[in-house]
T-cell receptor, first 117, second 115 residues
């Protein structure tokens, strides 16, 4: 069964500090992995997408990594800001011929990140 | 573009009542998705449409749930009769391309409370 596990479930850090969120998956055959940011009371917004051949991708202070061999991804946030407080959701897509929902999408339950001043 | 539009933003109803949630996708997008989000289960796909045709409704929890997409610019999710366990935030999302690499754009969600 395709699964996506995220850790930690929640995290509190001080403003200005760095943090790393983890995503482990068992989705197969793998197509791509997205990280979404969901602010409180709003819908998720895509931060980055990574395909099999990509190891690292950055979007401002956000850097995502992918290790397709170990089936792990991380999202690193540098110099955190209060606006980074949100839930971060990892979504893994299987190739269309695979299983798991709409076009093979499997969602993690998210990491709830709180940045304290 | 205004993005994906959902209405109402909040709905409070009593058990047994019919609830209809509405969604207007981004113009030109040909895929539409309905999700339910709870603290316990996270985001769950309920149903999705390609070119107004339901493709996968395996996530619809039971017969009380139904979804329609009569045209490319409008979709509804109906719950009849509603139950307290249906309380959740319901999101609609749209995508411009078929295939899993296309980005889904989410609406602001409808927070449903069933008393």
């Amino acid at each position: 069964k395709n699964q996506v596990e995220q850790s930690p479930q929640s995290l509190i850090i001080l403003e200005g500090k760095n943090c790393t969120l983890q995503c482990n998956y068992t989705v197969s055959p793998f197509s791509n992995l997205r990280w979404y940011k969901q602010d409180t009371g709003r819908g998720p917004v895509s931060l980055t997408i990574m395909t099999f051949s990509e190891n690292t991708k950055s979007n401002g202070r956000y850097t995502a990594t992918l290790d397709a061999d170990t089936k792990q991804s991380s999202l690193h946030i540098t110099a955190s800001q209060l606006s980074d407080s949100a839930s971060y959701i990892c979504v893994v897509s299987a190739e269309e011929r695979g299983r798991g929902g709409a076009d093979g999408l499997t969602f993690g339950k998210g990491t709830h990140l709180i940045i304290q001043p | 573009d205004a993005g994906v539009i959902q209405s109402p933003r909040h709905e409070v109803t009593e058990m047994g009542q019919e609830v209809t949630l509405r969604c207007k996708p981004i113009s030109g997008h040909n895929s539409l998705f309905w999700y339910r989000q709870t603290m316990m289960r996270g985001l769950e796909l309920l149903i999705y449409f390609n070119n107004n045709v339901p493709i996968d409704d395996s996530g619809m929890p039971e017969d009380r749930f139904s979804a329609k997409m009569p045209n490319a610019s409008f979709s509804t999710l109906k719950i009849q009769p509603s139950e307290p366990r249906d309380s959740a935030v319901y999101f609609c999302a749209s995508r411009s391309t078929s295939g899993s690499r296309g980005e889904q754009f989410f609406g602001p969600g409808t927070r449903l409370t069933v008393l």
